[in-house]
Structure formats: C-alpha cells, structure tokens
C-alpha cells in the first residue's frame, strides 16, 4: 500500500544524470543498477557539471551512452592511466573509471596497481562478475576455482588456471590507496551500501585525499547459464564466501570524514 503523505507524490524517477536510452545489457544483469547509484550520487552532490567518466573495453564499453555528463572511451585495460592524464590535466574535474573484471583484473592489472600506488585522485568502480561477459563468458582472473565458463569447461582448475584475484585485498596493500571496499548488488541492503561506498568515495576524491576503489559484486545470468534468481542465489552462496564484503582500506583521513 502507499502511505496515505505519499499519494499523489512522485517518489522515484530517473535521476538526471541518466540518459533516456534503452538497455543493451542482457535480462537481469547488474551494470544498470551499478549505473543508477553512481548517477544517483553524482547527483545529490551536484557534480554532473564536473565529472567525467571513463569508460574501458568490456561490458562497459557503452557506458558513455547511458550517463549524461562528459565521458571518454579508453583502450582495454587502460582507464587508470587515461583517467590520470585527465585528472592532472583538469584537476578540478570529478573523474571516474567504470571497469569489469576482465578489463581492470587482466589486461589492466599493471595500471590500475600503479595508479593505486602513485596515489592518483580518481575513483573506480570496479564490476566483478567473475568472467568475460562481453565476449562470451571466457573464464577471467576472478573466476572462482571450479566454477564452470566457456574456457574452463571443466571449472577451473588452481593446479593448471591458478587462483582468483581479489583486487580489493590487493590494492588495498598499497600505500597509496585512500579508500577500497567491497560491495555487492545482490539485494536491497547491499544496494543501499553500495550506494552509500560510491557515496564516500567520490567525497574521498573531492576533498583531495587520493585514490578511492570500489568494487561491487555483480550477476552474469546469460554466460553463468542460469536465470537472474538462480544467479542472485549463487553469487550469495559462492561469491560472497570467496570475495568477502568489508571496509579494506580506510585512511586516517577518509575515517574523518563528515557529510
């Protein structure tokens, strides 16, 4: 039932910062919800004006089609670098990267480390849906041991394919890292957190205190070959063990934080 103080009343819209534009991504796929939440905060913080994203190779190439503010397209695996040379070149700018596992965890691995270590003032956000999704479910380095794709039949094998890697974890080591959090778009109250990381993380990079990463555990219903229910319940239940959601870097100065 609605409440009697909200008839009448509109109390959900699109935000501002997205584009009418019909979706490309497959039924039950996460990226538009990770979509929605970065172009909700951008515009409670009135940033839409400032920001520029950048978008790498993957699922999220399009990205650039649904925000509406500026945005750049950047060779596979290069968004950390590309974002760098925007942010030192238009400091006052609001940059973001929107990366997939493939991309940032792979090909990308040795920028989004360095940009991390040199402590750049950038974001990224970091969509883990533990394969290749544009190119059809190849097994990427976040696949989980066993877990079946197109390139690991069989699961993967850590004798022969070796271990997952838990970018969160391993960013947050460096010394330049500001800010990185794990979060997952699988219910409500994940969304919210989601939401409220994006939140802190663009704050982080406003105020000028370095480098902010946020990941969000994300659903792949067609390459997992499952419905978009059955792919919820399994990110739950093999996902969520693997790359726990948690606070790994939070620095002296993030902590101080108020807004």
């Known amino acids: 039932m609605v409440a009697p103080e909200t008839q009448g009343q509109k109390v959900y819209s699109r935000p501002e910062s997205l584009t009418v534009t019909p979706t490309h991504y497959c039924p039950g796929c996460t990226h538009g919800v990770a979509h ?13 004006e400032r920001t520029i994203g950048v978008a790498s190779v993957g699922c999220s190439v399009f990205a650039y089609n649904y925000f509406d503010f500026d945005f750049v397209q950047s060779p596979h ?15 006052d700018k609001i940059v973001f990267t929107y990366q997939g596992d493939g991309d940032l965890a792979s090909i990308g691995m040795g920028e989004i480390v360095h940009a991390a270590a040199r402590g750049e003032n950038i974001t990224v956000i970091f969509v883990n849906n533990t394969n290749y999704g544009m190119t059809g479910g190849q097994m990427a380095p976040t696949t989980l041991p066993g877990q079946k794709t197109s390139t690991s039949v069989n699961g993967r094998d850590v004798e022969t394919q070796g271990f997952p890697i838990r970018a969160s974890e391993l960013i947050a080591t460096l010394d330049g890292a500001s800010y990185v959090v794990r979060r997952s778009l699988n219910d409500p109250k994940n969304i919210r957190q989601a939401k409220k990381a994006l939140r802190t993380a663009f704050e982080v990079q406003q105020r000028g205190l ?50």
């Open 210 to 259: 370095g480098f902010s990463f946020v990941e969000l555990l994300s659903i792949c219903p067609t390459n997992w070959g499952m419905t978009p229910t059955q792919s919820i319940q399994w990110l739950e239940e093999k996902m969520m063990p693997f790359y726990q959601l948690g606070d790994y870097k939070i620095s002296q100065a993030v902590a101080g934080l108020k807004f």
């Open 77 to 91: 695996g290069r968004a950390p670098a590309m974002a760098t040379g925007v942010k030192r070149t238009l400091p």
């Open 36 to 48: 929605r939440l970065v172009a909700e905060v951008i515009d409670e913080m009135k940033l839409r």
